[in-house]
């Protein structure tokens, strides 16, 4: 599942990198549109390979979709404190105290997704 959300990433970032000299509400659109296409295709992924009776659809799709909810609100945070990184980064060295608190963030995020696998785990093996 990781690895599809690398996948997704890396090719937001490979498909929306011709749209970064466009004006910033287009390349927002085209970014976000590019996003809901990613997202529906690693749906219908995942519906190819699960092979659900109607009963068990039921049941499992809520369970994905929030689970994808909880993916993409980490994604979110990794992207805000990247740019964090990013914008000290460009000021020159960072002092040891804001790479403490950006290292922390990450390490929180990490235990956030790590901690949403192991619920979507046992959900699914309820379902």
Not at 62 to 74: A, F, I, N, S
Not at 105 to 124: D, P, Q, T
Request: proline share 3%.
């Amino acid at each position: 599942m990781k690895s599809l959300t690398l996948f997704a990433l890396l090719a937001a970032l490979l498909f929306a990198a011709p749209g970064f000299a466009q004006d910033g509400a287009s390349s927002t659109a085209n970014t976000e549109i590019l996003m809901q296409k990613i997202k529906a295709d690693k749906k219908l992924l995942v519906a190819s390979n699960m092979d659900l009776t109607d009963a068990e659809a039921k049941n499992f799709w809520p369970v994905y979709d929030g689970y994808q909810k909880e993916l993409g609100e980490l994604n979110e945070r990794l992207m805000k404190t990247i740019k964090k990184y990013a914008d000290a980064f460009n000021k020159g060295p960072i002092p040891d105290d804001k790479a403490k608190k950006l290292m922390n963030e990450v390490l929180s995020i990490e235990e956030g997704e790590v901690k949403a696998k192991r619920a979507i785990a046992e959900k699914v093996g309820k379902v």
